[in-house]
């Protein structure tokens, strides 16, 4: 464990101290501020001081579905150093809703099944304020090696309450054929750089579709919609917790996606979309820009027929206005039970878990973009993903969704309105002025 003292967690106060806990739709995310520290006057939450991480025994780490294999590798090495503390997996179900589901309910029941959570990066917020996790010694964890904008996911109110395991952004794929087609040297940078060079395209394929991303109404057009907002300057949220949902800045992101959609050069059935109906049509051949997570890398380049891009693609930062934009940062944290036995066991064990040695592991098996920040300069790691400069360059530029307590509420309510402006039922300001009033109400409670 690293007992060299951590530097002051990055400043985020975004928060809605509004008590309950809302359904909430969380992405399965494939999805920095100034720096600050000392006590931030959260009104929820359990101190680092009042709880026990002296004791030490055996745990549980309650996690999604592991798919890949790897997790048990992980823990076969941990137990076989720590007999008298091993940790046991309870693998939840693969979907996000139910996870969070079974997760409320061992923490409403104040029952000790699970020691360590794996939470999405939107959860820490509702699970911090409700104090069913517990504040986290900055010191019991590597977090200057930790890129800072990942740190930032896991802190309320200015106190540790998750260390990221894994973090993920989102990235411009274009085809390398088309790009030169369409006369540019390289990935467009801007949407109207892309709305041009797709207009270009069309003019000699008329069936091919241009950009795509996900725009159905799910947890993943949150992602979008934060992520143009950002690009344009603007933010859902304050630092303070107050909606600008109708900024200008908000109403020129959504309205440039209203445009692509409005003149074709996003195709209609991008409503449709989720991550993987995106991720089809760009590997199938159709679309000339996908916005998606990193997976499609791998997929897109399969050598065994089934991607019709394989040796065409090219990743290059998601687009913006006046340069390269901004992407929703995706991934996992880990925190510790509020009503679990041997803290003291559990923080040693997420120490582990971000070290740069597991971090490079998982990262090489399971294609996830690692949170420890030496791992993408690795060799071995760039050899096997090419785009991991740009993956990193977007994690350090990434922003957070909106860290909110009854996130459920907000996230349907961003969903609404981007829907209702993107399949042409409302214009952009219209919608982003219904949401900046729902969005006041759901901040006074």
């Known amino acids: 464990m690293n007992t060299t003292p951590a530097r002051p967690l990055p400043r985020r106060r975004s928060v809605l101290a509004v008590g309950g806990a809302a359904t909430a739709a969380a992405a399965l995310a494939a999805c920095s501020s100034d720096s600050g520290g000392g006590d931030g006057g959260s009104d929820g939450g359990t101190d680092a001081s009042a709880a026990d991480f002296e ?5 549980n780490l309650a996690k999604g579905k592991d798919t890949t294999g790897k997790l048990a590798e992980f823990l076969e090495s941990w137990n076989s150093e720590h007999p008298d503390e091993e940790v046991t ?8 809703d139910e996870q969070r589901q079974q997760m409320l309910n061992n923490a409403q029941a104040k029952s000790d099944a699970y020691t360590v959570l794996g939470l999405d990066v939107v959860w820490t917020a509702e699970f911090a304020a409700n104090q069913w996790v517990v504040e986290l010694p900055q010191d019991g964890f590597p977090l200057d090696e930790l890129i800072p904008s990942t740190v930032v996911t896991g802190t309320y109110f200015d106190k540790l309450y998750g260390v990221p395991f894994t973090t993920n ?24 750089e892309m709305y ?3 207009e270009t395209l069309q003019e000699d394929d008329p069936e091919l579709l241009g950009f795509g991303s996900q725009y159905s109404k799910y947890e993943g057009l949150t992602v979008q919609t934060s992520s143009v907002v950002a690009s344009a300057g603007g933010e ?8 600008h949902a109708d900024s200008s800045e908000a109403i020129m992101g959504l309205q440039t996606v209203r445009d692509g959609f409005d003149k074709g050069y996003i195709p209609q059935e991008a409503l449709t979309y989720k991550e993987e109906e995106s991720r089809q049509a760009y590997q199938d051949g159709r679309l000339a820009f996908l916005q998606n997570w990193p997976y499609v890398w791998a997929l897109g380049q399969a050598e065994d027929g089934s991607s019709k891009v394989n040796g065409k693609m090219v990743a290059s930062l998601v687009p913006g206005f006046d340069g390269p934009g901004s992407t929703t940062l995706g991934g996992l944290n880990l925190a510790v039970s509020a009503f679990a036995k041997n803290k003291g066991t559990a923080v040693d064990f997420i120490a582990f878990m971000v070290d740069a040695a597991q ?13 420890n920040a030496g791992v993408y300069e690795d060799q071995e790691m760039l050899d096997a993903f090419p785009f991991l400069p740009q993956l990193k360059e977007a994690i350090d530029q990434g922003s957070s969704r909106p860290a909110v307590v009854n996130y459920g509420d907000v996230t349907q309510a961003i969903q609404e309105a981007a829907y209702g402006c993107l399949s042409g039922e409302t214009e952009a300001e219209a919608a982003l002025t219904q949401l900046q009033t729902q969005l006041g109400e759901l901040a006074e409670g």
Do not use: C, V
């Open 89 to 96: 997996l309870i693998e939840l179900p693969e979907s996000a």
């Open 196 to 198: 041009a060079a797709i």
């Open 236 to 243: 859902l949220f304050d630092d303070q917790g107050e909606p």
């Open 55 to 59: 004791e030490r025994g055996p745990i």
């Open 169 to 192: 952004a989102q990235l411009l794929f274009s085809r390398t054929d088309l790009l030169e087609k369409a006369g540019l040297d390289g990935p467009p940078e801007t949407f109207e």
């Open 359 to 371: 971090q490079k592991d998982w990262g090489l098996a399971t294609s996830q973009a690692p949170a």
